[in-house]
T-cell receptor
Framework: GAVVSQHPSWVICKSGTSVKIECRSLDFQATTMFWYRQFPKQSLMLMATSNEGSKATYEQGVEKDKFLINHASLTLSTLTVTSAHPEDSSFYIC???????????FGSGTRLTVV | DAKTTQPTSMDCAEGRAANLPCNHSTISGNEYVYWYRQIHSQGPQYIIHGLKNNETNEMASLIITEDRKSSTLILPHATLRDTAVYYCIAGQNFVFGPGTRLSVLP
């Protein structure tokens, strides 16, 4: 079955630094990738939709200059949290797939802690 | 994307069928219904999806009403490991609602 690898699974960084999270589709090509964040006891909140070769579409209220998304190939998308602050601490999850085909496969998530 | 409505929580006895409903009354004709579940601190796991016909796989069955305004996910013989939050999604943009927290009880 389809596998999505997300790396790192957890990261601790200092306030003011940047962190990059990778999302790879291992055995299929994904034209679309979604990025979510999830706070404890809450549902997944869609941050942005990333289509290969084009700029990401951000949801309302998500700062595109703070959460940089790159989807340069059909198997890799990255999310960079720039100038991280403690309030950015969260569980970040990606998913990858092809619209209308078999649904989307999710990564195992990245727990970011900013200290 | 169609807005979905699910019960906040449900209990089910181990070994019995778990029937999880989802309302998606504003769904468009070409929008699929997807079901995922999430176990604590993991990424969501795909369960099943469908357009208008009922679907079955090794994990579950999906019953979609004829008017496509609602659907039911059926776990035929629930086990303790099925305890999770179950999400119903209708449409392409994959926006998650609050989901249903299913507790399978021994």
């Amino acid at each position: 079955g389809a596998v999505v690898s997300q790396h790192p699974s957890w990261v601790i960084c200092k306030s003011g630094t940047s962190v990059k999270i990778e999302c790879r589709s291992l055995d299929f090509q994904a034209t679309t990738m979604f990025w979510y964040r999830q706070f404890p006891k809450q549902s997944l909140m869609l941050m942005a939709t990333s289509n290969e070769g084009s700029k990401a579409t951000y949801e309302q209220g998500v700062e595109k200059d703070k959460f940089l998304i790159n989807h340069a190939s059909l198997t890799l998308s990255t999310l960079t949290v720039t100038s991280a602050h403690p309030e950015d601490s969260s569980f970040y999850i990606c998913s990858a797939g092809v619209p209308g085909l078999y649904g989307y496969t999710f990564g195992s998530g990245t727990r970011l802690t900013v200290v | 994307d169609a807005k979905t409505t699910q019960p906040t929580s449900m209990d089910c006895a181990e070994g019995r069928a778990a029937n999880l409903p989802c309302n998606h009354s504003t769904i468009s004709g070409n929008e699929y219904v997807y079901w995922y579940r999430q176990i604590h601190s993991q990424g969501p796991q795909y369960i099943i999806h469908g357009l208008k016909n009922n679907e079955t796989n090794e994990m579950a069955s999906l019953i979609i009403t004829e008017d496509r305004k609602s659907s039911t996910l059926i776990l035929p013989h629930a086990t303790l490991r099925d305890t999770a939050v179950y999400y119903c999604i209708a449409g392409q943009n994959f926006v998650f609602g609050p989901g249903t927290r299913l507790s399978v009880l021994p």
